[in-house]
């Protein structure tokens, strides 16, 4: 438990050093839903429906970029070699990481949907179906996204392949948590889509922190 | 603590066959390390002490055979029983000397003085510069700290006086002798010429096999 | 290293009579079925003779499927024992997987043409094949990209292992968006409710597609073992001689 939080602690400190280069991801989340804005005219009447598919795609975009560098300085300057004989047990380096990587890049987003919300001129029942269904997805994405950055960590071919690995089972998140941001304003958090992303949520963290612990094992042997 | 005393053993290298690739390093190879002893190890250029160093602190897995330590195989995830030093420093750029040392405390769980460990390598001065501003030398006197502050009863050490100067090899060779009087064990592959430390210290030179291609 | 040979040689010795085994039967069955189904089958009440795409895409897709889980499976078997050659069959199954899902793609959307009238409808099956087809492409991606091999063998195992286990789950959230989204499309006829002569020559073609991939999977370990044994032989070196003298 004190290697879990020595780990966070660590990994904060270093981004608070690093000069920002974490913010990078919301930037592009901005950046891409401005975009998008300005590709389909501009105009609210039409963005406001299209609004929870795109800001969830920008979520999605945003987020697969940074899993790449997730585990690639310990890797690269072997602090995964000392980790791993110290008995911290890769697992719950993992777990430490997706914590740290939570914070950096998806609590900004989430505490920039309301400006996103402003991009799409949202209501405030629609910007909270957003908040929540990234909220309860939010751990599945970092799961399965650390996952494949663990497959990929010696590989420095470029995120495209990552992206790859990554989209499919992203897929049923995407479904979810676009349908169940929308169907908020009328049912709540009660909506099946909630439950749903839960679940998912569940099986990812069951699922992708041991396989993540499973492929960072398989680059040191 | 009974228990271990019993099972005090060493570390036991059991008709070890270990390749890298395609590449043959070493087959039916056994030897025992017990408290106390020290172990050069001696060979050319990519003979294959690296991954042999890595296979005994349980970083790389051998094709054949058993590596046990007191006992347990060491492939077993959280033995903690090997403290090693690579080629690699491992530090965050980042982080000061002390955090570096700090974070590393907590993730061994090691209740031994930093400051000492600081002032036993000469760093003392430099515990509050960032690790991207020390000198390699200075990096890797920063690495034996780390080594120092681990609980590891066996040290595996691979070239750990590459970049030092001569003071730092006196003071490597101090450490070594600390901790081989201490019970510890220790594995080091190095160019330099080897120096008995403690009671028993033994000399393994690898040299190349035929390495023509059979038909 | 008599574990690692004597299960290829045991694998050979096996593949020599199950390969042609499983070849034969795969034409034969595939020819008959094809035969059954272009002229010996009815037409469908609705969509006339464009059902007989049936016959090529149903079995494709379901082998597209098992292909999946048998990579999944042997990729555990690899994962858990060790076994380079689960290694190997995992590998070699990706290929003609991924071939399989393509056809099913292909003559899906062809069957769209006659039946929707556009090549391509975000039907819940086709969906489904497109998502199989990247999860493929993904775990071949990992084998291109990793140098090490045996680190590829076993990375690429997770991939197929985490891959199996939300394939259910893709299927299911797709069908639900697609009954969100879609309302009822033009739903393929279900095997069960199915008449005995559109049945028999759709198990037919399913038989022998099943058949054709054994031997396809079969061929392509055969190949990478005697690649394999002729890179090991060319490399193979004599392991250092370790002297010992005490100080």
Known sequence: MQGLSTVIKRDLLIAYRSGGTWLLSLIFFCLFLALSAIALGGDFATLRPLAPALIWLSLILSLLLSFEQLFRTDKEDDTLSHLKLSGLGLSNYVFAKCCVHWVLSVLPLLLCLPLAALFFDLGLAST???????????????????????????????????????????????IFGVSGSIRYAQLGLHATEFQALAGL?????????PASAAALNITLE | MDDQQQNNTGLEIVNLGLQRGDTAILS???????????????????????????CCAGLLRAQEGNILWNGDNILKSSLGHAAYLGHLDAHKPDLTALENLQFWQTIYDSTKDINSCLKQV?????????????????????SLARLLLSNAPLWILDEPAAVMDEKGKNLIQGLLNNHINANGCVLLASHGAPVRVGNHTRLLSFDAGDTHARA | MISILANPHRFL?????????????ALMTICLGLWLGIWHSPEDYQQGHSVRIMYVHVPAAWNAMMAYGIMAT??????????????????????PGAAFTALALITGSLWGKTSWGTFWVWDARLTSMLVLLFLFFGYMSIWATMEDKKKAARTAGLVAMVGVIN??????????????????????????????????????????YSCFFGWVVINRVQNSIAISKKQRRAKENKAATVTMETL
């Not at chain 1, 990929?152 to 995120?159: D, T």
């Not at chain 2, 000469?122 to 920063?142: E, F, I, N, V, Y």
């Not at chain 3, 010795?13 to 039967?25: L, Q, S, T």
């Not at chain 3, 409710?193 to 020559?201: A, E, F, Q, V």
């Open chain 1, 128 to 174: 909270a179906g957003l908040f929540f269904s990234i909220l309860i997805a939010s751990p599945a994405l970092i799961c399965y996204g650390a996952f494949s950055g663990a497959c990929l960590v010696s590989y420095k071919g470029g995120g495209v392949l990552l992206v790859l690995l990554t989209v499919p089972v992203l897929l049923p998140l995407l």
């Open chain 1, 201 to 209: 949520s569940l099986i990812a963290i069951a699922v992708g922190i």
């Open chain 2, 28 to 54: 039916g190879f056994n030897l025992s390390v017990t408290p106390g002893d020290m172990v050069w190890i001696k060979g050319s250029n990519g003979i294959g002490k690296t991954s042999f160093l890595k």
């Open chain 2, 122 to 142: 000469g760093l003392w001065k430099q515990k509050d510069q960032k690790a991207k501003t020390l000198s390699a030398g200075q990096s890797r006197r920063l």
């Open chain 3, 13 to 25: 010795k096996f593949a020599r009579f199950a390969g042609p085994i499983f070849g034969v039967i």
């Open chain 3, 74 to 95: 042997t990729s555990l078997i690899a994962f858990i024992w060790r076994h380079p050659l689960a290694d190997e069959v995992a590998k070699a199954c990706a290929l």
């Open chain 3, 167 to 208: 394939l259910p789950i893709i299927k299911f959230s797709v069908n639900w968006w697609n009954s969100l989204h879609q309302g009822s499309t033009l739903s393929s006829p279900n095997a069960p409710g199915l008449p005995t002569d559109m049945l028999i020559p759709l198990l037919l073609l399913t038989i022998g």
